[in-house]
C-alpha cells in the first residue's frame, strides 16, 4: 500500500513539474507586446511594427514566408511613426477624427479586395495579422488629407473657385449641339 501511494506520488509530483515547465516556458517564448515608442502620447507597440512588417513583405515579396521579415522592422517603424504624427495633427483639428474616418477607412480598403469582404478576411487570414492592421493605412491617407485641407484651406479654396470659373465658363460650350444638321 505505500508503494502505491509512493508512486501515486511520483507520478503526482512529475505531472506538476511538467506543468510548470509548460507555464514558464510558454511565459518565455509567448510574444511580448510592450510599446516601442510614443509619438505625441500615441504609443506604437511592438505587435504593431510586425504586422505593418508583414504587409510591406508580403507587399514586396507577394509570398507569406516572412523569411526575412527582420529586414522589414525598421522601415516598418519608421511608417509607424509618420502615421502617429499625421494622427496628432489630425487630433490636434478633431478630437473624434478616427471615429470620423473609419467608415470611409472600411470602404477604401474594401476597394482593395475588389469590395469582397471575404477576400478582405482570408487575406487577415493568410497573413495572422488584425484588420485594424489593414485599415488603419486607409485611416492615416483620410486624416491625412483633412490635415493638408485644414492647413491650406485658403490655397483649397481659391483652387474650388477658379475650377468652378472653368467650369462655368466652359459650360455654355459644353450646351452648343455638336451637330449641325
Known amino acids: 500500500l505505500n508503494s502505491i501511494k509512493i508512486k501515486i506520488s511520483y507520478k503526482y509530483q512529475i505531472i506538476v513539474i511538467i506543468s510548470f515547465i509548460n507555464i514558464i516556458s510558454s511565459a518565455i517564448c509567448a510574444k511580448e507586446n510592450y510599446i516601442l515608442s510614443t509619438v505625441n502620447t500615441i504609443p506604437i507597440w511592438k505587435i504593431d511594427v510586425i504586422n505593418r512588417a508583414k504587409l510591406i513583405s508580403f507587399s514586396i515579396n507577394q509570398d507569406l514566408k516572412f523569411k526575412n521579415l527582420k529586414n522589414f522592422y525598421n522601415q516598418s517603424y519608421k511608417v509607424l511613426i509618420n502615421e502617429r504624427v499625421i494622427q496628432s ?93
Do not use: M
Not at 470602404?107 to 488603419?136: H, R
Open 89 to 181: 495633427a489630425g487630433l490636434r483639428i478633431n478630437k473624434n477624427i478616427n471615429k470620423i474616418v473609419s467608415k470611409q477607412a472600411y470602404q477604401l480598403t474594401l476597394q482593395n479586395f475588389d469590395n469582397s469582404e471575404d477576400k478582405l478576411n482570408k487575406f487577415i487570414k493568410k497573413l495572422s495579422i488584425p484588420k485594424s492592421a489593414i485599415i488603419e493605412k486607409s485611416e492615416t491617407q483620410l486624416i491625412w488629407s483633412i490635415v493638408l485641407r485644414d492647413r491650406f484651406k485658403s490655397e483649397f479654396d481659391r483652387l474650388e473657385e477658379k475650377l468652378n470659373e472653368n467650369i462655368l465658363r466652359n459650360d455654355p460650350q459644353n450646351q452648343l449641339d455638336l451637330y449641325d444638321i
